[in-house]
């Protein structure tokens, strides 16, 4: 019983997950050095910006003002190409990304 209600609980998380990311774009992804990540209502409380290799290693994280729209700089992390995760917390939201990193 008590796996069937994490089941759900993880469920409506991912559900409610799903909602959030529609509101948060990221580009350029494939990205070299940065990202700019846009809002589509500005959030009210700060932003953080954590970034982790593919196997949820913390790398950084960023703590940014308010904004509808902000630019991570990431370029003096000397992050090699690949696949890495960002989460982006605000207020009671949290948002998962897959970003590219492509060095030229």
């Known amino acids: 019983m008590k796996a069937f209600i994490l089941m759900i609980g993880l469920l409506a998380g991912m559900q409610l997950m799903a909602q959030s990311n529609s509101k948060v774009t ?3 992804n494939p990205a ?3 990202v700019k ?3 589509s209502e500005t959030p009210k409380t700060d932003i953080t910006f954590t970034i982790s290799d593919i196997l949820g290693n913390k790398i950084e ?3 940014y003002k308010a904004s509808d729209a902000i630019t991570c700089d990431f ?3 000397n992050l090699i190409n690949g ?3 960002i989460k982006i917390e ?3 939201q949290v948002v998962l990304k ?3 990193v492509k060095n030229s």
């Open 75 to 77: 370029s003096n992390l």
């Open 90 to 92: 605000y207020g009671d």
């Open 61 to 63: 994280t960023i703590t």
């Open 32 to 34: 070299n050095g940065f």
């Open 98 to 100: 897959k970003l590219l």
């Open 83 to 85: 696949m890495y995760l």
């Open 26 to 28: 990221m580009y350029p």
């Open 37 to 39: 990540i846009n809002f």
